[in-house]
């Protein structure tokens, strides 16, 4: 049992802090843990990339080199073996699937394992018939195994899931010892750094700015943005939607913007380190992806006044409240979207009701009031043991 004098040691795993949702909430979550003095930590990097070096640089960041797991040999890492010596953690809090993987490697009972899931991880499916078809799914599964008997089996792993959709693919997937640490905790964001205090409304002399912020990823759907945009030209000119992000399908979007002729409305603002200005100089948040386990930028626009208009990805089913501080769409219709924003433009009232409301809930996420749930939720599980 821990003397109560004793700092509660933390060490978090994460493969890098590169831009992402579970990176960008790994880095606020350490901050706001920096106003605990009782609580000491250390974030254990896979890779070396760090791409929020101002906002980290208060943290003890050890790189531990990351080597490729194998099925058929005893998985060492001899930096990770060390800092565990070293620093003797009371919780390891992994997030995402590496990350997780490695806390196999070396197991104490002596130590309480949290793993962070910030999205649905395929590698834990249940199987299926197909899986025997597809080389990728087959070692999850062989992976997924291993993890049951050289971890789940032998020490308890609480489970923390970011959206009720997220929390019900895990009661589904993991073994029923660890089902029953399944807890459901949100996010939390700098409030203050994205609130933005003067009050909104549109402008209708100037050009109608529209916003979305994410990797270029398949999931996030941007190609979609592009059909919005060709339609919303039906019945104004009068518009830009500028994209923030960098990633694997961002030359394959570009092309289709200069494809259909679109270079003047749709326009790829790339990597930007201060986003927060580019939410308070828009008019509308719009977000397009299929899939979203949380979405932080939901947070972040409805801080700063911005209407959401997105695709229905699952998780973000949470955060929008549809006709309240956005529109959440089943269905990816262009026209849906079009008519929203049109709507939006059109009816003063029911755009500045939004954007009150919309910074009011987000309010409800600041990082000093989600900081304190998740130390409570460290407290709780350490007192168990």
């Not at 409304?201 to 270029?216: A, C, M, P, R, Y």
């Amino acid at each position: 049992m821990r003397k109560e004098n004793k700092k509660m040691k933390i060490l978090f795993l994460i493969p890098d802090l590169g831009k992402g949702g579970a990176e960008r909430f790994l880095v606020d979550h350490c901050l706001g843990l920096t106003s605990y003095p009782e609580i000491e930590f250390k974030i254990g990097v896979l890779f070396d990339n760090n791409q929020y070096v101002e906002e980290s640089k208060v943290f003890d960041i050890v790189h531990l080199g990351y080597d490729t797991f194998s099925l058929f040999r005893k998985s060492e890492n001899e930096f990770f073996k060390n800092l565990l010596n070293e620093f003797k953690p009371d919780i390891i809090h992994s997030n995402l699937y590496l990350a997780e993987f490695l806390t196999s490697y070396y197991l104490d009972k002596n130590i309480t394992y949290v793993c962070h899931c910030h999205d649905n991880m395929s590698q834990l499916d249940n199987i299926k018939l197909t899986t025997l078809y597809y080389r990728n799914k087959l070692l999850n599964f062989f992976e997924k195994i291993y993890l049951n008997i050289y971890k789940y089996s032998k020490v308890n792993t609480y489970f923390i899931a970011n959206s009720q959709h997220t929390y019900n693919y895990y009661k589904k997937v993991l073994p029923s010892k660890q089902a029953r640490s399944l807890v459901k905790m949100d996010y939390g964001f700098q409030y203050e750094r994205f609130f933005y205090p003067n009050h909104r409304s549109v402008n209708h002399d100037k050009t109608l700015n529209i916003l979305n912020v994410g990797s270029f990823q398949h999931k996030k759907n941007q190609s979609f943005i592009i059909d919005i945009a060709k339609e919303l030209l039906n019945y104004t000119e009068n518009f830009e939607i500028h994209l923030i992000g960098q990633g694997e399908y961002y030359n394959a979007v570009q092309a289709r913007i200069q494809q259909e002729n679109l270079d003047n409305y749709v326009c790829l603002q790339g990597i930007q380190n201060n986003v927060q200005d580019w939410y308070r100089t828009s008019d509308i948040y719009l977000h397009t992806a299929y899939y979203e386990p949380f979405g932080l930028v939901f947070l972040e626009a409805m801080a700063a006044g911005l209407p959401i208009i997105c695709l229905n990805g699952k998780g973000n089913q949470d955060i929008i409240q549809h006709g309240q501080n956005g529109y959440i769409f089943d269905e990816q219709n262009p026209r849906l979207f079009a008519e929203a924003i049109i709507e939006l433009l059109q009816d003063d009232n029911k755009y500045e009701r939004m954007s009150d409301y919309g910074k009011s809930y987000a309010k409800n996420f600041d990082l000093a009031i989600q900081t304190s749930k998740f130390v409570k939720f460290y407290h709780s599980i350490l007192e168990k043991k």
